[in-house]
């Protein structure tokens, strides 16, 4: 495996893939997990059990090694991680706790 020898912190990219409209909730979650991921991590938890503080330290720590990364938050509580995905790697992290139905749409 060919190792990254960078200095410089990877872009962050924050967006929320979902919302409520006039016509109700409309997610985009079925694009955050890139087609060609190469691994996919759900991760399930009851509240406050860390599931957003884990993935924020995986991105924390894939930004300090140059990667770019994406951050999914919940439209409903800003300071919640729906997903993070680091595009280079192919690799997403996904909350799969109920309401959430991103796993469903795995292939």
């Known amino acids: 495996m060919r190792e990254r020898m960078v200095d410089v912190a990877g872009r962050v990219r924050k967006m929320f893939p979902g919302g409520n409209t006039s016509q109700g909730f409309y997610s985009y979650y079925r694009y955050i ?32 090694l140059g990667y770019d990364v994406e951050l999914h938050y ?11 995905v680091i595009p280079d790697k192919n690799v997403a992290l996904i909350d799969g706790t109920s309401p959430h139905r991103v796993v469903s749409t795995l292939k």
Do not use: H, Q, T, W
């Open 74 to 84: 919940c439209s409903s509580d800003n300071d919640s991680l729906d997903g993070v």
């Open 33 to 64: 997990i890139p087609e060609d991921a190469r691994r996919i991590f759900v991760i399930k938890g009851g509240p406050g059990v860390g599931k957003s503080s884990f993935m924020k330290k995986i991105a924390e720590e894939m930004i300090k």
